[in-house]
C-alpha cells in the first residue's frame, strides 16, 4: 500500500467503521465514551494543507453524526480539533524536525511527544465535543468528567493503536 491516499482512505473507513459499530456500543457507568475516530486527524501527515485538513476534519465528523443520529457535534469538535492540530504542532516541534510527508506517530516522534501531541488534540476534542453535547452549564463538573474520563480512555486506545500497527520505517 505506497499510495498515501489509498491508506488514507482506508483508514478513514476503517476507523468510522470501528467507532461507529463497536466503540459507540461502549459506555461505561455514564461517563466514558471512547472516541477512537479521531486517530484519523492525528494520523495526516505534516505538509497537508489546512483547508484540506478542515474538510478532512469535516467529512470525518458528519460521517460519525450520520451513523450515531447526533445533529453535527461530531463534525463540530472534529473541526476544532484539525484547526487547533497546526498550532499544537507548532508548540510541540522545531521548523526543521518537521517533514511533509511523514505522519505523526509514536516510532516517528517517541512516546512524550506523541501521548502531548494526541493528549492536547483529544481532550480538546473531548471538551467541544461533550458540552456541545450537554449545552448547559448545570452539569458543568459532571460533564468535565465526563471529558476526563473519555479523554483518558480514548488515548489509551490511540496508544495501544500506535504501538500495533505503526512501524517504523
Known amino acids: 500500500m505506497n499510495s498515501p491516499v489509498l ?3 482506508i483508514r478513514f473507513a476503517l476507523l468510522v467503521l470501528i467507532q ?3 466503540l459507540n456500543k461502549i459506555q461505561f457507568s455514564g461517563y466514558i465514551n471512547p472516541y477512537f475516530y479521531v486517530l484519523f486527524i492525528l494520523s495526516l501527515p505534516f505538509g497537508i494543507r489546512k483547508w484540506f485538513l478542515l474538510v ?4 470525518l465528523g458528519i460521517s460519525i453524526d450520520y451513523f450515531s443520529g447526533t445533529l453535527g457535534i461530531h463534525a463540530a469538535a472534529t473541526v476544532f480539533m484539525a484547526f487547533c492540530r497546526p498550532g499544537i504542532i507548532r508548540l510541540l516541534s522545531v521548523k ?3 517533514e511533509p510527508d511523514i505522519e505523526p506517530s509514536i516510532r516517528n516522534f517517541g512516546f512524550l511527544w506523541y501521548f ?3 493528549g492536547s488534540l483529544v481532550f480538546l476534542h473531548h471538551l467541544v465535543l461533550f458540552y456541545l453535547e450537554i449545552f448547559r452549564f448545570s452539569e458543568f463538573f ?3 468528567l465526563m471529558v476526563i474520563l473519555s479523554s483518558i480512555f480514548s488515548l489509551v486506545f490511540i496508544l495501544i493503536a500506535q504501538y500495533l500497527f505503526y512501524r517504523k520505517k
Do not use: E, M
Not at 56 to 59: K, M, R
Open 96 to 98: 526543521d524536525d518537521l
Open 56 to 59: 478532512l476534519g469535516f467529512l
Open 116 to 118: 502531548t501531541y494526541s
Open 7 to 9: 491508506k488514507n482512505i
Open 20 to 22: 461507529v459499530f463497536l
Open 142 to 144: 459532571s460533564t468535565f
